[in-house]
């Protein structure tokens, strides 16, 4: 937790934001994993925790943007409670750290949003994506669940989100904390590469490190030969000689803010010549984005950036043909890197798309992120210092999508097929680091690089 006046000095600049109105910021609650009792690991909402700071369960921040009161709800454990907790603060204690001196118990709040609720008053909330939450949303708003969406503020998704994307300095340390807990990972789960092992043994050791370390994983991790499969949770893989594991992990740091890495490197410790040519096609264009981000630049301009130099390389394979710049303008690429170059990264992995894309009106939301300068849906993102972006490029050979790109008659005389039958087993490869966004460039956060080229790597792989 930060000191309290981080915390006041945000909840007063998200009040002058939105002006008028009640903002609801509901934390998250214990979810049941197979009975009450025994619940999931708990994960707090992240806005919740930006505004109000506690990482404690079933907790509702309150800001009255007109009058400038700042609340909290919730309910003090009983002695029952304390059986099996043991003594605990009182929410007025855990209040006071955060700067907030109003404490209420939970079941007060609905009769005050029914009062401003009469009184025509604006309640801002969020999309909310638990079904915990939206019962909770819908019991004190008079919402059905399934209608939530039609009435979130779209002001507050605005103002959270460009608030949360701007990290402060003390918000910069703890992630440079997370990147630490993310290179201890990643640097783990490559000493343990070699055939043989199972890829949950390295999922496994990996996670463990993500929990000793901090407050455990910031997503499943994929540790997988089967790289192609951008998210693939199965590990069940036993690694082969001649294959190439990929590992995308990232730790939490006890802040709450994450890392996000991808490495992939060969099951032998040797890349073939093969594996190496693909992966310095993938690394040239990771490099090339690091060098070029600096504020201001739209996120598709970044994105676009990586897709030219993917293109690039694949011409000099022979696998497309023509000139790079028309296969990126024909949509090739889409078929060999079918996911964004990042994403924003900060308390949560995939940073406030929470709020996100789904729930949004594109249309109106990309004139208005004219205006802005930012927002969640990454087509219109501009990025400014402060932000935290992820450079992860890929190379990835699908059969399924290559197939079907190929039956639809789709980039003839752009993609040589038969050229690309070659690679049918080849997998897929991504390298991801996490880039901050300065004043005047950016920069790798980290303060030690996690072996990315294929000299470094066969260095330390089984080693
Ligand atoms: N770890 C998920 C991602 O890289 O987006
Ligand atoms: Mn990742
Ligand atoms: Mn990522």
Redesign the pocket.
């Known amino acids: 937790m930060f000191a309290a006046k981080t915390y006041n000095a945000r909840r007063r600049e998200l009040r002058t934001r939105i002006g008028q109105g009640i903002i609801l910021l509901p934390g998250n609650s214990l979810a049941p994993n197979n009975y009450p009792n025994n619940a999931y690991y708990f994960r707090q909402d992240s806005t919740f925790r930006y505004y109000f700071g506690l990482n404690v369960p079933a907790l509702v921040g309150v800001i009255d943007a007109d009058s400038g009161e700042e609340a909290l709800y919730g309910d003090d454990f009983t002695v029952e409670d304390i059986i099996w907790t043991g003594p605990q603060p009182t929410l007025h204690d855990m209040g006071a750290e955060v700067g907030v001196t109003k404490t209420f118990p939970l079941g007060d709040l609905p009769a005050r949003l029914r009062k401003a609720i009469a009184l025509g008053r604006k309640i801002h909330y969020l999309p909310p994506y638990r079904g915990e939450t939206k019962l909770l949303l819908s019991e004190l708003l008079g919402i059905k669940p399934g209608a939530l969406h039609d009435y979130k503020s779209v002001d507050l998704m605005f103002a959270v989100a460009e608030m949360r994307e701007k990290k402060s300095l003390e918000e910069i340390e703890a992630m440079e904390r997370a990147f630490g807990i993310g290179y201890e990972m990643h640097t783990l789960a490559m000493k343990m590469c070699r055939p043989g092992v199972i890829e949950r043994e390295i999922a496994g050791a990996i996670e463990g490190v993500a929990k000793s370390m901090g407050q455990g994983v910031?997503?499943p991790s994929?540790v997988s030969q089967h790289g192609e499969t951008l998210?693939n949770l199965n590990a069940e893989g036993v690694l082969e000689e001649g294959r190439l594991l990929l590992c995308?992990?990232?730790g939490e740091s006890l802040e709450g803010y994450c890392s996000?890495h991808?490495r992939t490197y060969p099951v032998s410790g040797r890349f073939t010549q093969k594996q190496k040519d693909i992966y310095n096609i993938v690394l040239a264009a990771h490099d090339h984005v690091a060098r070029i981000v600096k504020p201001h630049m739209m996120y598709t301009e970044v994105h676009n950036a990586a897709y030219m130099v993917l293109a690039e390389g694949l011409v000099g394979l022979g696998i497309l043909k023509g000139s790079p710049a028309d296969a990126v303008a024909a949509g090739a690429m889409t078929m060999l890197m079918p996911?964004g170059l990042?994403?924003g990264l900060g308390m949560d992995?995939?940073d406030c798309e929470a709020m996100g894309e789904r729930s949004f009106d594109f249309s109106s939301i990309a004139e208005r992120a004219a205006q802005s300068g930012t927002c969640i849906y990454r087509a219109a993102w501009r990025i400014e210092p402060g932000t935290i972006l992820?450079d992860?490029p890929g190379l990835y050979f699908i059969p399924a999508l290559i197939d079907k790109c190929r039956a639809e008659g789709l980039y003839q005389g752009i993609v040589d097929y038969e050229a690309l039958d070659a690679y049918r087993n080849f997998g897929g490869i991504?390298i991801?680091d996490d880039i901050l966004v300065t004043e005047t460039g950016s920069r790798i956060l980290g303060d030690r690089k996690i072996p990315v080229t294929v000299e470094e790597l066969e260095a330390v792989v089984g080693k």
């Open positions: 910031s997503f994929i998210h995308d992990a990232g996000d991808t996911h990042g994403h992995v995939h992820t992860e991504r991801e």
